[in-house]
């Protein structure tokens, strides 16, 4: 569950600050407001473990980069700060990485399950945030309906991919050889 903390804006550097959080729960700053997440539920973390299992095999296989999953820190800019459940960076940005996180620069990819709390901001200034950042390429999972989306970043702009039912490969523009079907993620 998502739950918005404060009416008020804030930049990331008030949000760092901040002593009196919760620290039982994840939050986020998505344009300038303070959301407090729930720890996800067993299907995500089924999901998102196996999504880890398969790219990091693959990733590691082909020596493209490293994947990281939630919490790993993604500050955007000034009022963006996420934990994407499943990240990318390529073995030329690796650069970006910090102790801290990644404090500039954006990740290759990025995956966000679903959850009927969350979808509204991972469909919408979430993925305005990554897409506005040149993330080259965003996955939605959506567990409910058994769906991955692929967009891909062009012309500085999201564009559907791939539609990925149960049933189907994902095809992913980054992972072009990756074998992956929807069954192995929802089954």
């Given at each position: 569950?998502?739950?918005?903390?404060?009416?008020?804006?804030?930049?990331?550097?008030?949000?760092?600050?901040m002593?009196?959080?919760?620290?039982?729960?994840?939050?986020?700053?998505?344009?300038?407001?303070?959301?407090?997440?729930?720890?996800?539920?067993?299907?995500?973390?089924?999901?998102?473990?196996?999504?880890?299992?398969?790219?990091?095999?693959?990733?590691?296989?082909?020596?493209?980069?490293?994947?990281?999953?939630?919490p790993?820190?993604?500050?955007?800019?000034?009022?963006?700060?996420?934990?994407?459940?499943?990240?990318?960076?390529?073995?030329?940005?690796?650069?970006?990485?910090?102790?801290?996180?990644?404090?500039e620069?954006?990740?290759?990819l990025?995956?966000?399950?679903?959850?009927p709390?969350?979808?509204k901001?991972?469909?919408?200034?979430?993925?305005?945030?990554?897409?506005?950042?040149g993330?080259?390429?965003?996955?939605?999972?959506?567990?409910?309906?058994?769906i991955?989306?692929?967009?891909?970043?062009?012309?500085?702009?999201?564009?559907?991919?791939?539609?990925?039912?149960?049933?189907?490969?994902?095809?992913?523009?980054l992972?072009?050889?990756?074998?992956?079907?929807?069954?192995?993620?929802?089954?």
């Amino acid at each position: 569950m998502e739950l918005l903390i404060e009416e008020e804006r804030y930049t990331v550097e008030d949000f760092r600050k901040m002593e009196n959080l919760d620290e039982d729960h994840y939050y986020e700053l998505i344009d300038g407001e303070i959301v407090k997440k729930s720890s996800p539920h067993i299907e995500h973390q089924r999901a998102l473990r196996k999504f880890v299992v398969k790219l990091d095999r693959y990733v590691t296989d082909k020596k493209l980069g490293e994947i990281f999953f939630a919490p790993t820190d993604v500050y955007l800019d000034e009022n963006n700060y996420f934990q994407p459940d499943l990240l990318f960076i390529s073995e030329e940005n690796k650069n970006i990485l910090t102790d801290e996180g990644i404090v500039e620069g954006v990740p290759n990819l990025v995956i966000e399950i679903l959850s009927p709390s969350t979808g509204k901001n991972d469909r919408g200034k979430k993925m305005q945030a990554y897409e506005f950042h040149g993330v080259q390429e965003y996955w939605i999972v959506d567990l409910a309906n058994r769906i991955i989306e692929v967009y891909v970043l062009e012309n500085k702009r999201f564009i559907l991919h791939s539609y990925c039912l149960e049933k189907e490969k994902v095809m992913s523009k980054l992972f072009k050889e990756l074998d992956l079907s929807g069954e192995e993620i929802f089954g």
